[in-house]
């Protein structure tokens, strides 16, 4: 197990999350999570328990999305099916939701997962047994991307190399997807996005989700560069927002690399901070690319350093507040199910 010394993360401190208790703003609003990751492998654990105890915070959610986050790969066995067992487990958990022993949400509904698609055509197997193992669940492959040269950059446990997705045997793998009905999860940093931008236009019939509003940095040579990143990020998500296979995740800006701050304060952030810090990002992706492709997402506990689940999606309702029924259906729910094919009604 990583030592919390180790993690990119920043720490989870319940202590002084309690400090700020928020009701949820509108409790009765339909969600579905789109993003969240389940481990016992970084410092502190999060498992079924923990994410039971966020999704009972008193807001409506219906169902969530695990996604890949290299936990409890198998230990033996050949390399390229290892990743196999991390679906095999969530699968496990979505079992035991279906119950309806710990309430009637869907956790996990949905699995997104990891394969190696530098494998090229050898990749196919992988994803068969995915699906096999996902128990009807499994509904894409995240191969993380993000790179930059500065080290203060890091967000994950490794770093993948240079121009992973313009790599000709990545993109034979990533050929694999569409045919078995496969989407694509995309985590880069807003310095990539144009090599995003050419995959989708190579691939335009495979579904792309790129999560965590597209990466913006604010942390090492980004520190203090803020009106020149999101122009740069502002003008490639209105390039990437003209491809109809591309979707994003309104979400992630709690990481230690958005160059926020509010974990260095006595007090965790209210919803209204968050929001205000949030606004320009989110807006900016809705009208790029209107609500039915954008969904909030909670990446969470990676962002629970920052704030709480409760008052996470309090901010994401305040940023919502203006828009019509039909928009929010589709933010908080909406897209999330038909994106991921979830078997729940999310309502109209």
């Given amino acids: 197990m990583a030592s919390l010394s180790d993690s990119p993360f920043l720490p989870v401190r319940p202590d002084w999350l309690a400090l700020r208790q928020e009701a949820p703003l509108d409790p009765a609003q339909p969600i579905i999570d789109p ?43 050949a390399e390229a099916l290892r990743p196999v067992g991390e679906t095999a487990f969530v699968a496990g958990v979505a079992a035991m939701m279906e119950s309806g022993l ?58 993948p190399p240079r121009g992973l997705l313009g790599d000709a045997a990545f993109r034979e793998g990533f050929a694999r997807l569409g045919p078995l009905g496969l989407s694509f999860d995309a985590w880069l ?15 335009p019939d495979t579904v792309i989700v790129l999560d965590h509003v597209g990466g913006p940095l604010g942390v090492g040579p980004y520190a203090g560069q803020r009106e020149a990143v999101f122009a740069a990020w502002r003008r490639d998500i209105q390039e990437l927002a003209k491809l109809p296979n591309l979707h994003v995740k309104l979400g992630g800006m709690a990481m230690r690399i958005s160059g926020l701050t509010f974990h260095e304060q006595p007090l965790p952030p209210s919803s209204e901070q968050l929001a205000a810090a949030w606004k320009p990002w989110v807006e900016t992706c809705i009208e790029a690319f209107g609500s039915a492709r954008c969904m909030f997402e ?42 991921y094919r979830l078997p729940v009604s999310p309502g109209e």
């Fill in 102 to 159: 710990y309430g009637s949400c869907r956790a996990c509904a949905g699995i997104v997962g990891h394969a190696d698609l530098r494998l090229g055509a050898a990749v196919q197997p992988v994803l068969e047994a995915h699906l096999a193992a996902g128990g009807g669940r499994f509904r894409g492959i995240r191969h993380i991307s993000v790179w930059d040269a500065s080290p203060a950059t890091r967000s994950g446990t490794f770093m």
């Fill in 298 to 339: 909670s990446n969470f506990p990676v962002d629970k350093g920052m704030c709480s689940y409760t008052t996470l999606w309090n901010a994401f309702q305040r940023l919502a507040a203006a828009a019509s029924a039909e928009e929010k259906q589709a933010l908080f729910a909406g897209t999330a199910a038909r994106v």
């Fill in 189 to 203: 940093y807003h310095t990539q996005l144009g090599e995003l931008l050419d995959l989708a236009r190579a691939f």
């Fill in 35 to 77: 993003h969240h990751h389940l481990w016992d492998v970084v410092h502190p654990r999060y498992l079924l328990d923990e994410l039971l105890a966020d999704l009972r915070g008193g807001h409506n959610i219906l169902a969530t999305v695990f996604v890949e986050c290299r936990s409890m790969h198998r230990a033996e066995g």
